[in-house]
């Protein structure tokens, strides 16, 4: 009986392009479309609606129906299937057949390319070649994500998720090939904003040094620094032998021991003047010296953990401050540092002063049973919870 219900509904969502009963289905292409000539667009509009207002209209060759919004795309062209883009529910028809001169001046109508090709015809030699597409090039640390899907010569550009800074090609694009891959850039997103310190030029103090990775590039070693960002607050880079040394200090003059090495630098960002294990992000358009804890503790028990630190609880209120601390905390429910313990309704931070948070739909709704606020690095807005439930926490020093 499933089986057969899944033949049913597949049968039903084949059959929505169809012509007056179930069994007079017009002929259209699936999953591909025609970019070139659209002349108008319909929606709401049904399947037999979009072919018979093309029928009606002289300069209308073709179609384009998007089954999930019920739009159609009327085409003042038609094209051969070669030549059609693959897209995800739609369908291509031509509603009337090409002129002899459209066939004879484009050779695409005689080439038969694969489902997931597209022909393109080149002018200047009347030739005609079937091309890959070119899917979501490699998704970088720290990119914003999209999935794309182009055609050959085409660019894609990468940009960094908020909060994280460029670093490598300053124009960080990436071009669609014949063989269906992407050109080569450097470009990387990091947490800090790694600068070269010339004092160290050629020298390297050989303390408070955590680890050394040979055969890498400067950015990924900016980037081994970044993942170990608790601990990590500098590190040194030797141009010539492609070496990577991080340190867990921030050095601002010449220590005594130091180690020289021909091409060596050292690089440190400017938010790291904070404390050890701490470090400087722009939340919400301020820096703040924080440090971020990936063990889960009661709303208490976080106070006193950032106690001990001589820091504070970090207190969140706006949605710009999350969206810029979520690349540095775990996955999860993590504490505001603002609850309303003393008066139901009345939301403070560690110094008592009244803040107005931004919260996420249909809260707070916990009474006098939930009086500590949380965010989720998944939603946007705060929650109020219990206080005693675990929850990640960040602290933070002036």
């Not at 110094?351 to 939603?379: H, I, L």
Request: some cysteine; overall charge negative; glycine content about 6%.
């Amino acid at each position: 009986m499933i089986y057969l219900r899944y033949v049913m509904l597949l049968f039903e969502v084949v059959c929505i392009l169809c012509v007056g009963s179930d069994a007079d289905c017009i002929e259209f292409i699936a999953e591909k479309c025609q970019r070139e000539g659209i002349m108008a667009k319909l929606t709401p509009v049904t399947a037999d609606g979009c072919v018979e207002t093309c029928e009606h209209l002289q300069t209308c060759f073709a179609v384009n129906y998007f089954s999930l919004n019920a739009t159609c795309q009327l085409l003042n062209q038609t094209m051969p299937e070669s030549r059609l883009t693959k897209t995800t529910k739609c369908f291509y028809k031509a509603v009337r057949s090409p002129s002899q001169v459209m066939i004879d001046n484009d050779p695409c109508f005689k080439l038969i390319c694969a489902w997931d090709e597209i022909c393109m015809h080149n002018t200047w030699s009347n030739q005609a070649k079937c091309y890959p597409f070119c899917n979501t090039p490699p998704m970088k640390y720290g990119v914003i994500k999209e999935k794309i899907e182009v055609e050959v010569g085409q660019n894609y550009t990468y940009k960094c998720q908020s909060g994280l800074f460029e670093k490598g090609d300053l124009n960080p694009t990436t071009t669609c090939l014949e063989d269906g891959s992407w050109t080569s850039t450097n470009f990387q997103c990091v947490k800090q904003n790694w600068k070269q310190d010339q004092i160290y030029y050629n020298n390297m103090h050989t303390s408070d040094l955590i680890s050394t990775v040979t055969g890498i590039d400067l950015l990924e070693c900016m980037r081994q620094c970044d993942d170990n960002w608790n601990n990590c607050l500098s590190f040194f880079y030797d141009n010539n032998t492609s070496q990577c040394v991080l340190s867990s200090s921030f050095r601002r003059g010449l220590p005594q021991s130091l180690q020289s090495s021909e091409g060596l630098v050292y690089y440190t960002a400017p938010s790291n003047s904070c404390d050890m294990g701490y470090i400087n992000v722009s939340l919400g358009g301020s820096y703040f010296c924080i440090k971020s804890y990936s063990v889960m503790k009661p709303f208490n028990d976080a106070m006193r953990q950032c106690e001990l630190d001589l820091a504070k609880l970090l207190v969140i209120t706006t949605n710009d401050q999350m969206v810029d601390l979520k690349p540095f905390i775990p996955d999860g429910m993590t504490f505001a540092g603002i609850w309303d313990t003393i008066q139901e309704g009345s939301w403070v931070g560690w110094d008592g002063k009244d803040v107005y948070p931004f919260w996420s739909p249909g809260e707070p709704n916990g009474g006098t049973n939930e009086n500590c606020a949380s965010f989720a690095s998944f939603f946007i807005g705060l929650f109020d919870e219990t206080c005693f439930s675990n929850k990640y926490f960040v602290c933070c020093k002036a």
